[in-house]
């Protein structure tokens, strides 16, 4: 089989280069050095474990450095989306004309609402006594 993959890669120049870049990662992984851990590596990393970060921490701890003008340009930005908000809307509203269209309100006499009450129960009692379903009269 590696014979095969050795006779591949020979033919290939694709597959050769990507062999080559391989072996460059592989060396350089095999060269690295980590770096040292301190003596008390694990009683620092058990301390912050234990630490109870509040949202008031987290709010007011140093940010990351890529986001550390977020907040303050967010917050301009909204205020200028306010002030523009503020200055297009006009200061009074137009007046409302009445249409010819709009509806006339009459006014009634106390004598016509209590006959119109009337009409309403006596239409009430009537359709109890009819079913829903037809028209024939309850027996």
Same mark, same amino acid.
């Not at 993959?5 to 690295?32: G, M, Y």
């Not at 301190?38 to 450095?65: A, C, G, H, M």
């Given at each position: 089989?590696?014979?095969?993959?050795?006779?591949?890669?020979?033919?290939?120049?694709?597959?050769?280069?990507?062999?080559?870049?391989?072996?460059?990662?592989?060396?350089?992984?095999? @060269?690295? !050095?980590? $770096?040292? *851990?301190?003596?008390?590596?694990?009683?620092?990393?058990?301390?912050?474990? #234990?630490?109870?970060? /509040?949202?008031?921490?987290?709010?007011?701890?140093?940010?990351?450095?890529?986001?550390?003008?977020?907040?303050?340009?967010?917050?301009?930005?909204?205020?200028?989306?306010?002030?523009?908000?503020?200055?297009?809307?006009?200061?009074?509203?137009?007046?409302?004309?009445? @249409?010819? !269209?709009? $509806?006339? *309100?009459?006014?009634?006499?106390?004598?016509?609402?209590?006959?119109?009450? #009337?009409?309403?129960? /006596?239409?009430?009692?009537?359709?109890?006594?009819?079913?829903?379903?037809?028209?024939?009269?309850?027996?």
């Amino acid at each position: 089989m590696r014979a095969q993959i050795e006779q591949h890669l020979s033919a290939c120049p694709a597959c050769r280069k990507f062999a080559a870049n391989q072996r460059t990662v592989w060396q350089a992984l095999d @060269s690295w !050095e980590p $770096a040292e *851990v301190s003596i008390d590596f694990d009683r620092k990393l058990y301390q912050r474990i #234990e630490q109870q970060v /509040t949202w008031w921490t987290r709010l007011t701890r140093p940010l990351n450095p890529l986001f550390r003008n977020a907040v303050p340009i967010a917050a301009a930005a909204g205020l200028v989306m306010v002030a523009c908000f503020l200055m297009n809307r006009p200061a009074t509203a137009p007046p409302v004309t009445p @249409s010819e !269209e709009s $509806a006339v *309100v009459e006014t009634l006499q106390p004598e016509q609402v209590e006959t119109a009450l #009337e009409d309403m129960e /006596t239409l009430r009692e009537f359709s109890h006594l009819v079913r829903p379903d037809s028209a024939e009269p309850k027996m």
